[in-house]
């Protein structure tokens, strides 16, 4: 499923400025007196045609739903908990070692450490203005979770070549603390509208504290495309 966001509407204004050239007519008698008509142009103008358009600044996303239950365990069990000498657990939908993936989240089947299928999401720019990508959640975390002690990140990278121009989030970033009522998390601040250049992906990494009450979770992700300035 895609979810489009826009934030700008085009204007298109045509402006078009014509002038004609005029065509005069002279007469004249020849020496022998016969009468020669003749058609000669007396004037040269150029006509010019201006435009003004105002860009686009929209956003869709493909794939939007990311999965932190998907497991490659031989079990299949869609459940995990913390494990209890642990505060939190970390769980994140991206799996390179390099990045750290998953830490103290155990098979609730076995008690084994959880190894999770990566997913992610896409963010494209379908409009013509370079654009300010920013993240935000719904529900902070110690309301989600009914406990303090969890929070949520992001880890953005390129899908296409140089998509990302400017500061591009490519190491975890937190965004729990930030909701419509306290600002945004920048994940890449110049989203360029190139067809072959405009497509970045998204990683989630929660935090999941202890406490935490039994139950499945659905946190909601707020993302928004707006023109960089």
């Known amino acids: ?18 002038a004609l050239s005029l065509l ?11 009468l020669n008509f003749s058609l000669s142009p007396t004037g040269f103008a150029t006509g010019t045609a201006t435009v003004d358009v105002a860009g ?30 642990a505060s939190s657990a970390m769980v994140s939908s991206y799996q390179a070692a390099y990045r750290g993936s998953n830490e103290n989240w155990l098979n609730r089947t076995g008690g084994e450490a959880r ?12 409009g013509t203005e370079l654009l300010n990508i920013t993240v935000g959640t719904a529900v902070e975390p110690s309301v989600f979770f009914g406990a303090s002690g969890g929070d949520f990140w992001l ?7 140089s998509s990302c121009n400017n500061n591009l989030s490519d190491s ?18 110049e989203l360029l509208p190139t067809d072959a250049s405009d497509l970045v992906i998204f990683y989630i990494r929660w935090q999941i504290p202890v406490a935490a009450a ?5 946190s909601t992700l707020v993302i928004t495309g707006a023109a960089s300035n």
């Open 1 to 18: 499923m895609s979810k489009k966001i826009k934030t700008k509407k085009v204007v298109l204004i045509l402006v078009g400025l014509v």
């Open 24 to 34: 005069g007519t002279a007469a004249y008698y020849s020496s022998i007196g016969k």
């Open 56 to 85: 686009t600044a929209s956003i869709s996303v493909a794939d939007s739903a990311i999965n932190l239950s998907g497991t490659n365990d031989t079990a299949g069990d869609a459940f995990a908990y913390v494990a209890v000498n």
């Open 115 to 126: 190894n999770i299928t990566e997913d992610s999401m896409s963010v494209e720019n379908d």
């Open 155 to 161: 880890l953005a990278a390129n899908s296409e070549a």
């Open 172 to 189: 975890w970033k937190q965004y729990g603390n930030n909701t419509s009522a306290n600002g945004n998390t920048s994940i890449c601040s």
């Open 214 to 218: 039994a139950s499945s979770y659905s």
